[in-house]
């Protein structure tokens, strides 16, 4: 590799901070429930960027529909919550019995938990074309 691919390679190696204002992006699993403004997502507590939203709330999310002439995709924005191990209520209305195979204690797992989306705004994006 050239330099600055090495550069980059060295750098993203680094755990990020979140003082540095980077974001780690993360896929997601569709939400476990939409309701209004607010999609609600299972995790691991310990992810990267579940520590960063104990730190700083501000999150977007997006989601696409490709078709065979057409794009479209919303792109939302708003603030992530960690729902924490107190709220044992919510951790049990969204668990699934092969939630298990990611959480091997169960709803009780201190490494499972709920991130509550909540969108302030969003954009619509559309794109169609004709085949080549």
């Known amino acids: 590799l050239d330099d600055p691919a090495k550069t980059i390679i060295e750098i993203s190696s680094n755990r990020y901070k979140i003082e540095d204002c980077f974001r ?14 607010c999609f ?6 310990s992810f ?5 939203f104990m730190g700083n ?12 002439f057409k794009f ?7 603030t992530m919550e960690v729902l924490h191990d107190d ?12 939630d298990t195979m990611y959480y091997k204690q169960g709803v009780t797992d201190p490494d499972y938990c709920v991130l509550k989306f909540t969108a302030i705004k969003g954009k619509v994006i559309k794109i169609h074309s004709l085949p080549l």
């Open 87 to 98: 709220d044992d209520d919510i951790k049990r209305e969204f668990w699934c019995t092969g």
């Open 24 to 37: 780690v992006i993360k896929a997601m699993f569709t939400p476990r429930k939409i309701e209004g403004n």
């Open 57 to 68: 709330p501000k999150a977007s999310i997006y989601y696409y529909n490709r078709r065979r």
């Open 40 to 45: 609600y997502f299972l995790t691991n507590t």
């Open 48 to 52: 990267m960027c579940t520590q960063q």
């Open 72 to 78: 479209e995709g919303i792109m939302l924005t708003g």
